[in-house]
């Protein structure tokens, strides 16, 4: 008993020495790399319970919609870039535009998605968005060449779903909520673009009708959105709801997957001929460059998830705002006048400047994604944040998480003005940002639909300009902002549109 005691002592010993070694082994190399390249500590925030107080008020800051002013806040304190303990590990916080730069770009290859595909992986797979190294390179190569400019102008793919938009905007003063309905819309649109057909969720005249596909499609994203947010704690996730939307949304657009290989055989075969006038289907131009089932839906799910979000936060986010501005909801129906009536071209979209700023101002102030993450594959460091005055490099250690939020750099007063946080169109006549304003992500995973979601976006806001000559918000409240995988309007976007008079 005692031999086998102390043999288990000692085995006991040698575990915890080894990995004393390695932990002090790690930590000589780190310091020395960090040394090396004259990095300094960057300020800290404050915590206790090993992190764990600090990520509680982080997603209690989720649950109240409150996420982004807390980070903000952050900042405001301890400068543009700091670390902070989230319960697993030291996190460096930046909104710094160099720091940004970096990991998006100038070190690119530093940096991955991490461990956070993982909570991807069950509805995305191993799409452009749930990917990295070769597996993203193939995923982006296969998917760009299909976002070109004469896909995005064909204007008419817009003007169909505009109009079904219409039909369910009253036209006697009551309120709407357009948060909603730009939703349905965009999903509407971005399966007919990618699959060659619509779901349609606005093509029936009451909206209470549900559409089996959108109604899989959310729920799967909401609990992805826990999984994300749990971290490995995942694998503790139980939801049969979230399991069974998810298995029926990859099933839902593996039929049109199917479908496509079907077609592309029957023409290679002879059995069916080419029709060069044929509408631009998104999945028959992939499927010539790939017929893996698996990699075709995980690219569909990937391109729908950022095509109909996009398009419509941005869209729901402008009108919450015109409805409250009435200087500008004018000037901009002003040039919207400017057409006479007649329908915007691609050109005319493009030409429209003050469209463009409001746009630009939208985005600035509710970016898509406020708030990112990468994972430093390998040592490296930041340019800025360290040292006593903040403008020394920072060390991150492999396998550190840089949490980066665009929310907060997007209102930097030293490159917005005094003024950052207030909503100005104007600002754009000159200002170039740079890498202080990334609505889009930026380097080389930057988003590749950008201009699709742009032009879907101009041509709607147009278009409602043609048809109603006024807006009154029906929301007392200002803008509260909430965070998914994506930002929303927390209270929707509660509006009255006066239809032009004939």
Not at 128 to 142: M, P, T, Y
Not at 316 to 338: G, Q, Y
Not at 352 to 376: F, G
Request: proline fraction near 4%.
């Amino acid at each position: 008993m005692l031999l086998s005691l102390g043999f288990g002592s000692h085995i006991l010993l040698w575990v915890v020495g080894a990995f004393l070694f390695l932990k002090i082994r790690r930590s000589l190399s780190d310091w020395a790399f960090a040394r090396k390249n004259g990095c300094g500590k960057a300020r800290h925030l404050p915590s206790y319970l090993l992190g764990f107080d600090t990520l509680f008020t982080l997603l209690k800051s989720y649950t109240h919609n409150k996420s982004t002013e807390l980070v903000e806040g952050w900042h405001h304190e301890f400068g543009n870039t700091f670390t902070v303990h989230f319960g697993k590990g030291t996190v460096v916080q930046t909104c710094e535009p160099k720091n940004v730069q970096a990991v998006l770009a100038t070190k690119f290859t530093d940096f991955d998605l991490g461990d956070r595909k993982e909570g991807y992986r069950p509805l995305l797979g191993e799409g452009i968005f749930a990917s990295d190294g070769r597996v993203w390179e193939h995923s982006r190569a296969l998917l760009r060449p299909n976002f070109v400019r004469n896909q995005i102008s064909d204007i008419a793919v817009y003007e169909k779903h505009v109009s079904q938009l219409f039909k369910h905007i009253p036209v006697d003063g009551s309120t709407v909520e357009l948060q909603e309905l730009f939703l349905r819309m965009t999903l509407d649109s971005a399966t007919e673009f990618l699959f060659g057909q619509s779901v349609d969720t606005l093509g029936s005249e009451s909206l209470s009708t549900t559409n089996s596909f959108a109604e899989n499609f959310k729920v799967s994203l909401a609990g992805t959105l826990v999984r994300v947010l749990l971290g490995p704690l995942r694998v503790f996730y139980r939801n049969s709801a979230y399991n069974k939307a998810t298995v029926e949304s990859r099933r839902y657009v593996g039929q049109f997957v199917k479908s496509a290989l079907e077609h592309r055989a029957a023409q290679e075969s002879g059995q069916l001929e080419k029709n060069p006038s044929q509408a631009y289907v998104f999945l028959h131009e992939l499927v010539q460059q790939t017929q893996d089932e698996k990699v075709l839906t995980d690219q569909l799910l990937s391109v729908l998830l950022a095509g109909r979000d996009t398009t419509a936060i941005l869209l729901s986010i402008t009108f919450f705002i015109m409805a409250k501005r009435e200087d500008i909801w004018n000037k901009l129906r002003a040039d919207v006048l400017k057409l006479e009536g007649k329908k915007p071209s691609f050109e005319d979209l493009k030409s429209m400047k003050y469209l463009t700023w409001v746009m630009n101002e939208t985005l600035r102030l509710y970016p898509i994604v406020p708030i990112n993450i990468r994972t430093a594959n390998k040592n490296t460091t930041l340019p800025i944040g360290g040292g006593s005055d903040g403008t020394s490099p920072v060390f991150v250690a492999k396998g550190q998480e840089v949490m980066y939020s665009a929310y907060t750099m997007h209102r930097l007063p030293d490159v917005y003005g005094a003024d950052a946080t207030e909503y100005r169109p104007e600002r754009w006549e000159n200002l170039r940002p740079g890498w202080a304003y990334i609505p889009f992500s930026g380097g080389p995973r930057i988003c590749i639909a950008q201009q699709f979601a742009l032009t879907e976006a101009g041509y709607t806001i147009v278009r409602i300009l043609q048809e109603f000559e006024s807006i009154e918000s029906r929301d007392p409240e200002p803008l509260k902002a909430r965070v998914g995988l994506t930002l929303a309007s927390a209270n929707g976007t509660k509006v009255a549109l006066t239809p032009v008079r004939a």
